[in-house]
């Protein structure tokens, strides 16, 4: 049972940026996607951004030019670059992923907090 854990969030500034990583304790070279999630209170919690095993990638539209994900399969890890914070970016942030045999994995979450 792979576990992900998330790190990096915090308080920023808009237009600040800060990087979210995702640590795995196993490999995560199998896996079909990992992906970045947020919530916020009351809401459903929404796809930020996907990484598919080849490298392609996805972006909701209210982040795309501002955000970027990337994964490094050699160190189990999947990254979140987020530049030009915004006030609405304020969430919390969850690392997801989905093996090849369909299970899916969640990690505990990071706070993202963007105000002045």
């Known amino acids: 049972q792979v576990q992900l854990v998330e790190s990096g969030g915090g308080l920023v500034q808009p237009g600040g940026s800060l990087r979210l990583s995702c640590a795995a304790s196993?490999?995560?070279?199998?896996?079909?996607?990992m992906d970045w999630y947020r919530q916020v209170p009351e809401k459903q919690r929404e796809l930020v951004a996907r990484?598919?095993?080849?490298?392609?990638?996805v972006y909701a539209d209210s982040v795309k030019g501002r955000f970027t994900i990337s994964r490094d399969n050699a160190q189990n890890s999947v990254y979140l670059q987020m530049n030009g914070l915004k006030p609405d970016d304020t969430a919390v942030y969850y690392c997801?992923?989905?093996?090849?045999?369909?299970?899916?994995?969640w990690g505990q979450g990071t706070q993202v907090t963007v105000s002045s």
């Open positions: 990484i598919f095993i080849g490298g392609s990638t």
């Open positions: 196993g490999s995560i070279a199998s896996f079909l996607t």
């Open positions: 997801h992923g989905q093996d090849w045999n369909g299970q899916i994995y």
